[in-house]
């Protein structure tokens, strides 16, 4: 019998993405099989992110308490014509990680998925549409997942800001890199062919 301490150290794990059941189980066990050297530090940093982790009350990435707005919002060198729009915080460190890109962010929150409930109030599209007007963007690069849900976003933002005189655009959609073509499906195919370009 797992002692409840620990079992619900499992529950805690298991929440998290890319854990399942036995991975969940097999951490915690770790967790307390090593209290000084995994444990305690893992507490220590569990309890430093609840107290020192926010969003930026501007864009909507990762900040510290004392970094209102985020250092990002804050750097006058970056881009201010566009701003990239994407789901998550994490996803902002994603594309700032592919250095590809130089403008603002905007995060929403999410993305519209009437079948868990999470309509546009839930989003912050009403923040993202005042600042298109306030700071003036020429453009809006939509960065979202090419799911469903994704399009559906998408779609409601072009609409949501479609006298606002920003262009709405979005990431291009293709083959994954190092990836051959027997390995993509059908939909990515299509949008691949569809978003050719010329080879010079």
Do not use: W
């Not at 990435?61 to 985020?70: I, K, L, N, R």
């Not at 989003?123 to 090419?146: H, I, K, P």
């Amino acid at each position: 019998m797992t002692p409840q301490p620990i079992a619900e150290l499992e529950k805690c794990l298991s929440r998290l993405p890319g854990f399942g059941r036995r991975s969940a189980a097999r951490a915690a066990l770790a967790l307390v099989r090593e209290p000084v050297r995994l444990l305690q530090p893992l507490a220590d940093a569990l309890r430093a992110a609840a107290a020192d982790v926010r969003c930026c009350s501007r864009c909507g990435a990762f900040t510290t308490v004392g970094s209102d707005p985020c250092a990002l919002c804050a750097d006058e060198t970056r881009d201010g014509r566009v701003v990239c729009v994407v789901e998550e915080p994490a996803d902002i460190l994603s594309i700032e990680a592919s250095g590809a890109f130089r403008g603002r962010y905007h995060a929403l929150g999410g993305k519209l998925a009437p079948a868990r409930h999470s309509g546009p109030g839930r989003l912050r599209l009403a923040e993202l549409q005042d600042r298109v007007v306030r700071e003036g963007f020429s453009e809006v690069l939509l960065a979202l997942s090419t799911d469903m849900d994704g399009d559906a976003t998408a779609g409601y933002i072009a609409e949501l800001l479609s006298g606002s005189g920003a262009r709405v655009t979005r990431l291009a959609f293709g083959l994954p890199a190092d990836s051959g073509i027997a390995y993509s499906d059908p939909l990515t195919l299509k949008r691949a062919i569809n978003g050719r370009q010329s080879v010079s």
